[in-house]
Nanobody
Framework: VQLQASGGGLVQAGDSLRLPCAAS????????MGWFRQAPGKEPEFVAV????????NYADSVKGRFTIARDNAENTVYLQMNSLKPEDTAVYFC?????????????????WGQGTLVTVSS
C-alpha cells in the first residue's frame, strides 16, 4: 500500500488544519492507521492511531483534546484534524499503516509509511 500525506502549511497559533493521508494500491480497511510527527532536531514521535475495526482511537497526551484521527474506508483515506494549533506542533507529519491490529505508538510496529507533510505553526 502506498500512502501520501498532504494538507500541511503555514498557520498561526490557534488555527486548524486537516491532514489527509490517501492510500493507494490496497484498501486500508483492514489496517490500523497511525500518525507520527518529527519536529526539527527531534526524534519522531507518536501522535494518534485508529483501529481497523470499531474506529478505536488513541492519542499522545500532547495532542489529546485538540487532534482527532478519523478514517473513511470508502475514500481509502485517513485524516488528522488538528485544532488549536500551537507552535510546538510544528513538525513534518507522517501517516503509517499497520497490518496486525496492534494499536501501537511505536514506529517499528508499522509496515508502510507515507512521505510527510510539513506543518508550521507561527506564534
Amino acid at each position: 500500500v502506498q500512502l501520501q500525506a498532504s494538507g500541511g502549511g503555514l498557520v498561526q497559533a490557534g488555527d486548524s488544519l486537516r491532514l489527509p493521508c490517501a492510500a493507494s494500491g490496497r484498501t486500508i480497511s483492514r489496517y490500523t492507521m497511525g500518525w507520527f510527527r518529527q519536529a526539527p532536531g527531534k526524534e519522531p514521535e507518536f501522535v494518534a492511531v485508529i483501529s481497523w475495526r470499531d474506529d478505536i482511537t488513541n492519542y499522545a497526551d500532547s495532542v489529546k483534546g485538540r487532534f482527532t484521527i478519523a478514517r473513511d474506508n470508502a475514500e481509502n483515506t485517513v485524516y488528522l484534524q488538528m485544532n488549536s494549533l500551537k507552535p510546538e506542533d510544528t513538525a513534518v507529519y507522517f501517516c503509517a499503516a499497520e497490518l496486525y491490529g496492534r494499536m501501537s505508538n511505536y514506529r517499528g510496529a508499522y509496515d508502510y509509511w507515507g512521505q510527510g507533510t510539513l506543518v508550521t505553526v507561527s506564534s
